[in-house]
């Protein structure tokens, strides 16, 4: 769709600046942030380039070590660095940016102009655009503020140009291309008007260059390149008319270097790289001829060097960078031999340096980064190791600057496992080297066993688990050689005890788990026989808790959590039984911690994170906020403090309540939520009021009218809270009812009743449902024609009534459905409910990443987004965004278009995305599952809109109408380049 518009996701330092940033603006808008902030994260503590997986701490606490699927490990510079030209040392002294840059440029007084992605730099709001001073302060006033993508920038005399894909600067119209004051930031009257992005930009006296993927500037055709007069904005003759995008442009005397995709230009056929003639627009003889695209371009002297896709160019092959005579056009004998794309490149004194996505260079290994020798292509001794692609480059001084998309630069080998000065935050040499991910840490004395995937660690052969001294990082000669992965170790004791996927260790059959001997490394008899992955491991005096995906362990059926005896290896009575993978343990008191895939565990509701006591299995019960429900005013289970009869109970608002023992109390208030288990009677003899959520598990059978949520008092002769009465025509076994009680909004809709209905029956049949109300709850509705609707995702469908649909009994109402068979959301309204605000919702596969967009017809209350990936259409999910992706346009009529690029995602696999839509007033709106196609989709699916109450749905519409082009102007977009960044 965008062939050379890469979405970006949101680096994971980009996602902690921006949370402070969201507490800046509550707070003090003037100070500046601390390096490490109370409570907060320590800025200068190292990072990785791939996720950690395990962490240890020394007993004296001063080094931290780390394993997981990284490489290297280096300080979070974010995409902004300057480096030393000699030794390529970091100077940290520089802001850090948030976010993607795609140019730097001097200001002539050592500071530095910087565009691109970012929206924060320092910790403080900067759009696309920023000013970086002599010395290397934020410069406050300058702030433009543009509303999309730098791609280039310009400086001359006073005057700073602009090229990208923005539509608004400094608070004026401008499209894609504007003037700026060099001093304030202030957009000039300088106006070209470009119809689409622009990519490149140079000023060679009075003429600004222009190139991008525009066909119209300054009103006039001008195919993707063209020359405007640097005062007036008025567009020259000039007109090399280029058949497709123009990525990169650099001008020598009267010559006009251009790269790109075109294919003809200057009236000449001439293949991604171009020389034309300054005064008439028509192509030289030059003609390198490049097989792909060219990125950039930097003239020096009589040599042009190119860096981009291509391999071949000059007549000779050359792999993404070459150095080409600016007289005959051929490819020197300088053949650097790049092993992926190039970027960006600058010429200093007798060095080339380049950046890109490359990870060899010159003959060396180099991590996007390097310095070539410009007489032999060789790779200088200069490595500062960038974590991401690096985009722009410049050298001032003894300083080279560097942008891009990398998170960190100046980094550190470290494969899979490193330690950390927690002093400093910065690595250690400690460098055991493993071969391949490690999974699991744990330290004893002088000694860190390591368990993962790897075959080699600390200098020696080991297959999955290894014994690695603490201080020098050499493999010890213990060795139980695992036959596959080791996912989770612990120590008590003389013993080491071991989970994971293999199926021998130690030299002996243990399936999944075994217990080692600390000094030989041979298994005890200790063998609990796992009949599938064991993932999580915790170890509790004699008892060792065990998690994972099995059925069965320690000669008994267990379903993915367990408890073993530490001397017989046989399972213990106790038994949750999750219906998930359970990926993680921790043990604290009589408490077991559990986390994973699950959503029912015991037999109840519970999601991915779960308290159980470990001498039994019911779940733990969080502290009410107010009201004597115990003496204690807290409770852990049933037979350790009872409930009082008699007392008046409020659940605060954010705490949530399991309710396991009957009690008959006289008022409640549920502010937070409350859950009741099947077989629990509770009781009030005064008032019940439900202001948040009444969560009921109960089964229902077949033709018997169950309620669900309905309190009466302690002799069951008065109802006092009405809930859900369900009838249905087949068994349909433990039902979960859900209602949330005086919701400001419901299910995505703020106009319903303020009662909200989920229904989740084990097995779905067809039923009768009687949805009650207060009439104190029904607002403006009117009773006499009151619905039922359910919202099927995308839209609120009218449910088909009983004979007698509706009625009241003392301050409830009821309305009842029949037929019902599509089960949560439910809601209750007298007219059909509005569309929800998501206008549309997609994914497709991209090469090997999926992009995921979606647009909003309005924001009036809308708050942000979340997004979740599963690997099924009902999950588990996994959240991808880490913090809260913020409405764009919030308490506008008007809508924004979204975008994520997903990297993570493996071809081939199954893989789901669900989109979460939080609004001001807390309510949750989930959209989807959807699935990504494997090309572009073709139309935008628009839901139903209210263009009578929503005056912007009509510009919606005809946007979405107008097909995925008009969306282009409005997406977060990346710079040039299609590959996975």
Known sequence: ??????????????????????????????????????????????????????????????????????????????????????????????????????????????????????????????????????????????????????????????????????????????????????????????????????YALAVSGSTVYVGGIFTIIRGQTRNRIAAVDASTGTLTSWDPNASSAVYALAVSGSTVYAGGDFTTIGLQTRNRIVAVDASNGIATDWNPNANNTVSALVVSGSTIYAGGYFTSIGGQTRNRIAALDAGSGNATAWNPNASDQVQALAVSGSTVYAGGYFTSIGGQTRSRIAALDASSGLATVWNPDASGGVYALAVSGSTVYAGGRFTGIGWQTRNYIAALDTSTGAATAWNPNASDTVRALVLSGSTVYVGGAFTNIGGQTRSCIAAVDASIGNATS???????????????????????????????????????????????????????????????????????????????????????????????????????????????????????????????????????????????????????????????ACGETTPMDGDNVTIGKGHTIVQFCSAALNNLTNNGSLYLPPLVTLSAEGTVANNGTLTHLFSAANGVTTRFGTLRNAAGSAVKYYGVDLTPAGAMGYTTVAIQGNQAQC?????????????????????????WYLNAEKGANNPATMQAYHFDGSDWDALTLAATPRGTVDDYEWVEAIDVSAYSPFGLIDSHPTAASLASFEALWQGEDVRIAWETAQELDDLGFNLYRGSAPQGPWTQLNPALLPAQNPGGTFGAVYEWLDTDAVPGNAVYYRLEDLDIHGASTFHGPIHPADTSPSTVRVRALDTATDPGALCILALALAGTGALASLIWRGRRSPAKH
């Open 1 to 198: 769709m965008f062939p050379h518009i890469a979405p970006q996701k949101l680096h994971r330092k980009s996602v902690w600046k921006l949370c402070a940033l969201l507490l800046l603006m509550l707070g003090s808008a003037v100070l500046p942030a601390p390096a490490r902030a109370e409570g907060g994260i320590s800025t200068d503590w190292w990072v990785t380039n791939g996720a950690v997986y395990a962490t240890a701490l020394s007993a004296d606490g001063g080094t931290l070590y780390i394993g997981g699927n990284f490489t290297h490990v280096g300080p979070p510079t974010g995409s902004f660095a300057a480096l030393d030209e000699s030794t390529g040392a970091l100077d940290m002294d520089f802001p850090p940016v948030g976010g993607g840059i795609n140019a730097i440029a001097p200001d002539g007084t050592g500071g530095w102009y910087i565009g691109g992605t970012f929206t924060h730099v320092g910790g403080y709001p900067c759009n696309h655009l920023a000013h970086i001073r002599a010395d290397k302060t934020l410069d406050f006033a300058w702030n433009p503020d543009a509303n999309g993508t730098v791609n280039a920038l310009a400086v001359s005399g006073s005057t700073i140009y602009v090229g990208g894909a923005f539509t608004s600067i400094d608070g004026q119209t401008r499209n894609r291309v504007a003037a700026l004051d060099a001093s304030s930031g202030n957009a000039t009257a300088w106006n070209p008007n470009a119809s689409n992005t622009v």
């Open 478 to 636: 213990w060795n139980p050689n695992a036959s596959s992965t080791v996912s989770a170790l612990a120590v008590s004791g003389s013993n080491v005890y071991a989970v994971g996927n293999f199926t021998s260790i130690g030299g002996q059959p243990r399936n999944r788990i075994a217990a080692l001997d600390m000094s030989t490394s041979i298994p005890t008899a200790w063998n609990p026989d796992a009949s599938s992955t064991v993932s999580a491991l915790a170890v509790s005096g004699s008892t060792v808790y065990a998690g994972g995906n099995f059925t069965s362990i320690g000669g008994q059926t267990r379903s993915r959590i367990a408890a073993l005896d530490a001397s017989t290896g046989l399972a213990t009575a106790w038994n949750p039984s999750a219906n998930g993978w359970v990926e993680t343990l921790a043990v604290g008191g009589d408490m077991v911690y559990a986390g994973g895939g699950f959503v029912t565990i015991d037999g109840l509701p519970q999601s991915s994170i779960v308290a159980l006591r470990g001498s039994g299995s019911n779940l733990s019960c969080l502290s009410a906020a107010s009201g004597r429900w115990t003496a204690s005013a807290n409770w852990d």
């Open 747 to 771: 299910h995505g809709s703020d106009i319903l009743i303020k009662r909200c209905f989920d229904i989740a029956p084990a097995t779905a049949q067809n039923a009768t449902v009687r949805f």
